[in-house]
């Protein structure tokens, strides 16, 4: 059996939107850091020691970004900051700030572990509160739809179906980086030069591409495989019309490039080249040379390339990685503090997919859900069910930052 805590219908206004070199949604780091005030705020209260929040699902319902749209390009709505008061100077007015904010709705279902149903309604009623006073994502929390505790056992538990009941519609955020590393090695097959971000990209940008005209040759497969009905052809082999057919199929599926497709068309049509005595397949054969090798004279028709792989995939931030070593506080100018050390980082960014709610079947489904930290030397990631390594990096002493020293000129 597990405990779960249920913060429901979260209304955020003014949220941050951008993370890292995406924007659209709050990093991952945001919901956690809210799970975490929480954890720190219930150590801090002595009716509550021996609860101990875990992993974090992260469940949308609603957003809007606060954008508009200048031609093709969109643009964050700008504000002055601080808000124009009459007491300024008519001559200074406050600048013009490009922020990128939003409003949304969210769910945040957290793991617990401790006596949850001893406390019963206190300790929801103390959440509650405790949430409402905080920011999340730094934008502002406008209402709570609730807070409830469920104790799910199996698939089959009444609370899994009410607990879903409350989370639709939505949709929660999965770390699919499994999809990033097996796409990256695709691409290293076929050009070893190729860089992870290139594989990043491709889940993420709107690609185009001419693809010759080919009306004539889906015409011929498709009624090739009719009239013949050959269902006994050798299919494993390649050999009957069906297969010619679905091999035909699955090439259009994929991105154009003349040096991927498939021999056994290239060997039918180059045998009814010169089998074929029938004028009626010149144009068809003279497409199909236009298709196979085409020039800057073919017919081409322009259409979208598929994604790496399928899904409401998205790019995401997920942590930070260090790119120095910790430095002490007072040789690094304008902290926020004057005591912690500090460590310059850069984003680390990943691929997640938006996944009904309706599909998370079982305890199983809902757990590798949950994010949770994952540190190791020189990274901080959110993750979920920790199922990668990483390495652990030697910064070589050229790579440090130097310090900056306000002394110097």
Not at 53 to 80: D, E, K, N, P
Not at 99 to 104: I, L, N, P, Q, V
Request: some cysteine; aromatic content about 10%; hydrophobic content about 35%.
């Amino acid at each position: 059996m597990s405990n779960f805590l249920l913060i429901d219908h979260i209304q955020v206004q003014d949220a941050n939107a951008v993370a890292g070199f995406t924007w659209g949604f709050p990093a991952i780091t945001h919901f956690l850091g809210f799970v975490h005030l929480l954890q720190r705020k219930i150590n801090q209260n002595s009716g509550f020691q021996d609860i101990q929040l875990g992993g974090c699902m992260v469940v949308a319902h609603s957003h809007s970004t606060s954008t508009y749209r200048t031609g093709s390009a969109i643009a964050f709505t700008q504000s002055r900051n601080p808000p124009y008061l009459d007491s300024h100077a008519k001559d200074s007015p406050p600048p013009i700030i490009e922020e990128g904010k939003m409003s949304m709705t969210v769910s945040l279902l957290i793991k617990v572990e401790g006596q949850l149903a001893s406390y019963g309604k206190d300790f929801e009623d103390w959440v509650y509160k405790q949430s409402s006073m905080q920011r999340l994502a730094g934008g502002s929390i406008l209402h709570i739809a609730g807070v409830a505790g469920f104790a799910i056992t199996s698939e089959n538990d009444k609370n899994l179906k009410q607990l879903q009941r409350k989370l639709l519609p939505g949709f929660a955020l999965i770390n699919r980086n499994d999809l990033l590393s097996s796409h990256f090695k695709d691409l290293l097959a076929d050009n070893p030069n190729a860089d992870i971000f290139d594989a990043w990209i491709d889940f993420i940008a709107l690609k185009r591409s001419a693809r010759p005209e080919h009306d004539l040759i889906d015409r011929h497969l498709n009624k090739l495989a009719k009239s013949k009905n050959d269902h006994h052809d050798d299919v494993s082999s390649n050999n009957g019309h069906l297969a010619l057919l679905e091999l035909w199929q699955q090439h259009l599926n994929k991105s154009y490039k003349p040096d991927k497709v498939p021999q056994e068309l290239k060997a039918y049509f180059e045998q009814l080249s010169n089998e074929s005595t029938d004028k009626t397949l010149k144009s068809l054969i003279n497409q199909w040379q236009q298709y196979y090798l085409p020039d800057e004279r073919s017919k081409a028709q322009w259409e979208y390339e598929p994604k790496p792989s399928k899904g409401y995939l998205v790019p995401i931030m997920c942590g930070y990685k260090a790119i120095s070593e910790i430095l002490p506080n007072e040789d690094v100018a304008g902290t926020r503090d004057n005591e912690t050390d500090v460590c310059f980082v850069e984003a680390v960014h990943s691929i997640g997919e938006w996944r009904s709610v309706h599909r998370f079947k079982d305890l199983t489904a809902i757990e590798d859900a949950l994010w949770q930290y994952n540190y190791a030397p020189n990274w901080y990631l959110c993750s979920q069910k920790h199922d990668f390594d990483l390495p652990d990096d030697d910064f070589e002493d050229d790579f440090f930052i130097e310090p900056y020293d306000p002394n110097k000129t």
